[in-house]
């Protein structure tokens, strides 16, 4: 199980941006499609922006696909001195 502390040290990956250009999809499209600005897509894509929830599946579901597909959790390396 996580905790606290181990969150601090994790990221969240996506690849939305390949799969909105495999879609034939610009931001404003994929933002229209789920009810966000464009803006949020692009921090989102840029992983600025941790999604919501309902956000995430939605953005999966437009795409096709689902949401453990597009999002990964990935841990940082701690700095070894």
């Not at 994929?30 to 939605?58: C, H, M, N, W």
């Amino acid at each position: 199980m996580l905790n606290i502390a181990d969150i601090s040290i994790m990221q969240l990956l996506n690849n939305i941006k390949q799969h909105r250009a495999r879609c034939n999809l610009t931001q404003q499209q994929l933002a229209d499609a789920v009810g966000v600005s464009r803006q949020t897509i692009l921090f989102v894509e840029k992983g600025q922006y941790v999604p919501s929830t309902l956000l995430a599946f939605k953005i999966a579901r437009r795409l096709g696909m689902s949401v453990d597909q597009l999002f990964e959790l990935q841990e940082h390396a701690e700095d070894e001195e």
